[in-house]
């Protein structure tokens, strides 16, 4: 059974950072795009980051480019999120999520990707 399992989100003051983690079981990424989405209250979910299998194409929202930066460590079948000088607006549940194209391109779209984790809230204060 494939899981994706989130951690590092929590409470912060805007202009602090977070590193999320998604670390994956039962089937290993090594060669599959992975992704991070978020959903804020009352919002869709909406794209956040994606990488290629080959961890050196990096995706962002037009949002959150130039404070979050995503990465991935092949070894431990993990993606993380770095997120630098959060702002309140970034306040949402975040997703990773799995694709299961092999060596596909990282997409930008919910609908399109095949494993999802059960979400971790973050939190920004004014």
């Known amino acids: 059974q494939v899981q994706l399992v989130e951690s590092g989100g929590g409470l912060v003051q805007a202009g602090g950072s977070l590193r999320l983690s998604c670390a994956a079981s039962?089937?290993?990424?090594?060669?599959?795009?992975m992704g991070w989405f978020r959903r804020a209250p009352g919002k869709e979910r909406e794209f956040v980051a994606a990488?290629?299998?080959?961890?050196?194409?990096?995706y962002y929202a037009d949002s959150v480019k130039g404070r979050f930066t995503i990465s991935r460590d092949y070894a431990a079948n993990t993606v993380y999120l770095q997120m630098n000088s959060l702002k309140p607006e970034d306040t949402a549940v975040y997703y990773c999520?799995?694709?299961?194209?092999?060596?596909?391109?990282?997409?930008?779209?919910?609908?399109?990707?095949?494993?999802w984790g059960q979400g971790t809230q973050v939190t920004v204060s004014s």
């Open positions: 039962g089937r290993t990424f090594l060669r599959y795009p």
């Open positions: 990488i290629s299998w080959t961890g050196k194409t990096p």
């Open positions: 999520a799995g694709d299961n194209r092999y060596m596909g391109v990282p997409r930008t779209v919910a609908s399109e990707y095949d494993y």
